[in-house]
């Protein structure tokens, strides 16, 4: 039988993976599998290198770890293991020590202290047994708050418990709940158990979750850390107990809440890339999370983790996409054993060797010293046509063998050639060029390599990183649009390495917390980890005092773009910056660490035995990000648009999208099973899914792309409204009405699946005049003022249960809006679905304004009449009366204080609160958040029949109030109403047209975030 030729570009670990699977036993040797590989290693950012010259060291790329829910990578590994001969560990268990404690560095008024912590081990080996279901983790973390926060409370304690014996939570709960009352107790333990009841039902049968499951639960979610957050909040200053406990709870309850409400938990399919168009941090403020939690270094430590700054700037806030964090960190929550699985060897020597000596005893060719200089389109952009090689060295036997047995027995792979096989060896060895860089002054030894398809190959499989691509793939860039787009999109970043060998162990160095380091964002080298475990397959000298290595990485400051291969002196520049990195470490930050081998500004003499310095700089070594918007733009591993072309590494659509042992685990299998089928399961993701040349596949049916062309007045995305000031009025209105508007528009469309209700029979008015309106995804569009005019129901949206409405959501509802900017009309009615209409509005500072009313204009029919004109016709007037102190207006001072004020003023109010529904005030936590919910029936006329709805959705936007000020005077009007047969306000809600009222004047800065739907007919 004949076999299929396939050429791996690229020996890093997507592509190793890839040649393991295609030559499985499974695969029947249907393959003839060769790999081409630049220099004399495999692994890419995995690989390693022994240096003879320092006792046989590790010199790492950086820290890498296995987390414990890499189910796909454990399983490798495992399989190797099990295949491989001359292995560095009996077993593959053998090969990991793991990790359950961590310490993060905390900052606190510019100063860092430690937070150390434990993480729980939890049942299961990770590739071997079955993940978790993540519905089971949530019902865990919950019945973990229930069991903690409501057992401890009913324990009976003196008036000045002894805390010192218990755990770090179990004293900030205890301290939570001294001197609580019973009934707010009672609150807590409502809250914590119909959290727990309704994933308790849901993990009971998945396959029969709704939206509106997933709502309710949102809703319990928020309601619980609402009230922890004002019951902790006042005492978090001065309690780092329950500071911590709260940035646990708060980052995992607000992960929910956001999960739940747009959809992640539901269909991530249909929602990912909507919430990938935020940046992690700003969809959890999004969703309710405290400042605290999102400056702390919980939160800083994740994008710590993925080297989530674009040019290596660690100084700056960093970016990652929401959507693809919150994925991750779903898939983390799963982990079986300890969360960090650490090497006892070598990364290269534990995980990449083993592979390899499968992959050399199935027969798969792996071509060392093959550098890729080209891929070559054909002119039809069908097929890679050919691929150009340089070939570095010229060997003097056959095969390059490429690892070296220590003392011990182990095989391991250099740091260096293999000089006594190549030809000419010694002057490559005296030259000390590097033939890994790209930058290498060494000139190739043969002449280039064309590899030509149907000759030398039937497919290819790309797997060197995107950061290459502009040299290699200059030809498809040029040649098709979606390599164009991709190679603009996919960003990455420089990173940076520091090993140290020292003279004694942690404790003698003067750090006794956990060795796994991280958040210590003062310098750009912010992890740090004690890998002693490696030195046991080291070879120091007896007499080296070597006791303890420790190992350090961060980002590296770097352009997007590199420089030409002909500026050479490149790796030197970047060599001296991270060298000058570590040496501040050391210098400045090693007594924080190491007291007892450190000083002030220098390490004790002897200390420090031996250090190694790396940048990572090389195409092939940059770490690959996952900025805001970048997921969608990434490619299959069927997708590169030419037939023989599949792609592998972590930057394709894996299912994880973040950098990542697992995600390049993943990748490869994804290569393989596009080529074979094989393997048929890959965990946690849909690999048939995501062979499609696109991802997500789009049904026959799916909504296209919007059509942008010059001239449009739409713009998608956020929208900041910034300098506004607000002039704000209650109003008496006829519940009955509002209560059949709301029907019409809401309950009746959807059949019932969203039934509004307003909360009372009073109806806001608001003028505002916005002094700076921009969308911030189109900011070469500028800025625009706006002046509107509103009439605000508030309303809850409600369900029914026990046979009585029960309030679910609060949510604001407009009838009517006048406004004077045409972008905006066009805007909110097309994409949100705002009911805006055309006016004028007058504002008592206006120039010609003495008396200082408002005044309002519609665009409208007075009268309705066939000889009717529409025109320009007073709306609304309100005449200025004066105005007074207000001690009730004093006393806010915050968005939170306005609305708690509200919610009391209305609920003393003649009319109250409308006594057919259950109302709580946890139902405003939103709004206590600055986050106003709107809610809207988005629906455009039907182009044939234009009675009916060719489109209609309820809608939901969130304004957010980033800014507000409230001014402690109320000012008097007679505002009278004027009816308007095509906008009857007054008669549409029982106005009282001619009447005296009372407004507020605020200042705030809001902005609107993109909307989701409810209900889609």
């Not at 972008?823 to 500072?845: C, H, M, N």
């Not at 105005?883 to 919610?903: P, T």
């Not at 259950?918 to 044939?944: C, M, S, T």
Request: hydrophobic share 40%.
């Amino acid at each position: 039988m004949t076999k299929t030729r396939i050429a791996i570009l690229g020996g890093g670990l997507s592509g190793i993976v890839t040649a393991f699977y295609l030559s499985a036993p499974e695969q029947r040797r249907k393959y003839d599998i060769t790999i081409y590989q630049l220099g004399w290693r495999l692994g890419g950012k995995c690989a390693t290198g022994r240096n003879p010259d320092h006792g046989e060291r590790v010199q790492e790329h950086g820290l890498h770890v296995f987390m414990g829910a890499y189910q796909n990578a454990f399983r490798m590994v495992q399989e190797a293991y099990g295949e491989a001969q001359n292995l560095p560990f009996e077993t593959w268990d053998k090969a990991f020590t793991q990790q359950t404690t961590l310490t993060l560095m905390d900052r606190r008024n510019g100063e860092y202290e430690p937070w150390p912590f434990g993480v729980p081990v939890m049942p299961g080996t990770p590739g071997i047994t079955k993940a978790p279901d993540i519905w089971g983790r949530i019902a865990e973390v919950l019945e973990w708050i229930e069991s903690e926060m409501l057992g401890t409370h009913g324990i009976t304690f003196s008036d000045h418990p002894d805390l010192s014996s218990l755990p770090w939570w179990r004293r900030m709960i205890v301290r939570l709940f001294l001197g609580i009352e019973h009934l707010v107790a009672e609150a807590a333990s409502v809250l914590i158990r119909d959290a727990l009841g309704l994933v308790q039902t849901l993990v009971e049968d998945p396959a029969k979750h709704g939206a509106h499951h997933h709502n309710l639960l949102a809703d319990a979610a928020a309601g619980l850390r609402s009230w922890i957050q004002r019951r902790a909040r006042p005492l978090l200053e001065k309690d780092a107990d329950l500071r911590h406990f709260w940035i646990f709870v708060d980052l995992g309850l607000s992960s929910l809440i956001g999960s739940l409400r747009d959809g992640l938990l539901f269909d991530p399919e249909a929602n990912l890339e909507r919430v990938n168009h935020f940046d992690y941090r700003d969809w959890l403020r999004s969703h309710g999370a405290d400042e605290i939690t999102l400056d702390s270094s919980l939160i800083r430590s994740l994008y710590d983790l993925i080297f989530a700054y674009p040019q290596g700037d660690w100084t700056k806030p960093g970016e990652v996409e929401a959507g693809t964090m919150v994925v991750s960190l779903m898939n983390t929550a799963t982990y079986q054993g300890a969360i960090i699985w650490k090497f006892n060897s070598a990364t290269g020597d534990a995980i990449v060797q083993p592979i390899y000596e499968v992959l050399k005893q199935r027969g798969v060719k792996v071509e060392f010293f093959h550098r890729v200089d080209r891929l070559v389109p054909s002119a039809d952009g069908k097929q890679i046509e050919s691929v150009e090689l340089g070939r570095q060295v010229e060997l003097l036997g056959g095969d390059y063998d490429p690892l070296r047995q220590l003392k011990s027995g182990q095989y391991v792979w250099p740091d260096r050639p293999r000089f006594e096989q190549i030809k000419d060896g010694d002057k490559l060895k005296a030259s000390g060029a590097d033939l890994e860089s790209h930058w290498t002054e060494w000139e190739d030894a043969l002449p280039p390599l064309t590899l030509t398809a149907g000759d030398d190959y039937d497919a290819l499989v790309l797997a060197i990183p995107p950061a290459a691509h502009p040299v290699i793939c200059r030809d498809l860039i040029a040649q098709k649009q979606e390599w164009a787009r991709f190679n603009h999109t996919i960003r990455s970043t420089a990173t940076q390495n520091l090993q140290t060998w020292m003279d004694q162990d942690e404790v003698g160095l003067g750090w006794t917390l956990p060795t796994l380091v991280g958040a210590f964002d003062k310098v750009n080298l912010n992890t740090w980890c004690d890998i002693s475990e490696v030195l046991g397959t080291e070879e120091w000298p007896k007499d080296s005092g070597i006791c303890t290595e420790q190992i350090m990485c961060g980002p590296l400051p770097c352009k997007d773009t590199l420089p030409p291969s002909s500026d050479h002196d490149f790796p030197v520049r970047e060599q001296r910056k991270v060298d000058q990195f570590a040496e501040q470490f050391l210098e400045k930050q090693g007594e924080r660490f190491w007291p007892g081998g450190f000083g002030p500004g220098a390490p004790k003499g002897g200390v420090i035995r031996s250090t190694y310095v790396r940048a990572n700089i090389d195409p092939s070594e940059r770490y690959t990000l996952t900025v805001r918007n970048s997921t969608r733009h990434r490619m299959t591993a069927s997708g590169s648009t030419y037939s023989n072309l599949y792609l592998t590494g972590d930057w394709i659509q894996n299912g994880q999208n973040l950098g990542s042992f697992e995600a390049s685990t993943i990748s490869g299998m994804l290569a393989s099973h596009a080529i074979s089928k094989f393997p048929t399961d890959v965990r946690g993701v849909d690999a048939e899914a995501l062979t499609q040349a696109e991802y997500p596949a789009k049904p026959s049916q799916a909504r296209g792309a919007f059509v942008k062309h010059s001239g449009m007045a739409t713009f998608p995305g956020r929208i900041t409204l910034d300098d506004t000031t607000m002039w704000a009025f209650l109003l008496d209105a006829d519940y009955d009405l509002m209560a059949g508007y709301c029907r019409r528009m809401f309950d009746e469309p959807s059949g019932g699946e969203v039934r509004v209700r307003p909360m009372t029979s009073k109806m806001m008015m608001t003028i505002v005049d916005i002094g700076t309106g921009r969308f911030v995804d189109e900011p070469e569009m500028g800025w625009s003022p706006e002046r509107e005019l509103t009439f605000w129901i508030p309303a809850v949206r409600v369900e029914e249960r026990g046979g009585k409405e029960v309030a679910t959501h609060f949510d604001m509802v407009m009838p009517y809006l006048v406004l004077d900017n045409p972008v905006a009309i066009a805007s909110g009615r097309e994409i949100f679905g705002y009911a805006k209409q055309k006016g004028w509005i007058t504002l008592p500072d206006d120039k010609g304004n003495s008396a200082r009313d408002l005044n309002v204009d519609l665009f409208a029919t007075k009268s309705f009449g066939k000889t009717s004109e529409q025109a320009r016709h007073r709306l609304l007037t309100l005449g200025h009366k004066g105005e007074k102190e207000s001690a009730a207006l004093s006393g806010i001072s915050g968005f939170g204080d306005a609305v708690k004020s509200l919610y009391h003023h209305v609920g003393k109010s003649g009319d109250g609160w409308h006594n057919s529904l259950k109302l709580d005030f946890e139902i405003f936590g939103d709004a206590l958040h600055r986050r106003v919910p709107q809610l809207f029936l988005k629906q455009f006329r039907d182009v044939h029949d234009g009675d009916r709805a060719c489109y209609q959705a309820i809608t939901e936007a969130i304004g957010e109030v980033t800014r507000f000020d409230a001014f402690p005077r109320l000012t008097t009007f007679d505002m009278t109403l004027e009816h308007l047969d095509s906008s009857p306000v007054a008669k549409d809600f029982g106005i009282a047209p001619q009447q005296r009222v009372h407004g507020v004047r605020l200042e705030y800065d809001m902005t609107i975030l993109p909307g989701k739907v409810l209900w889609q007919a």
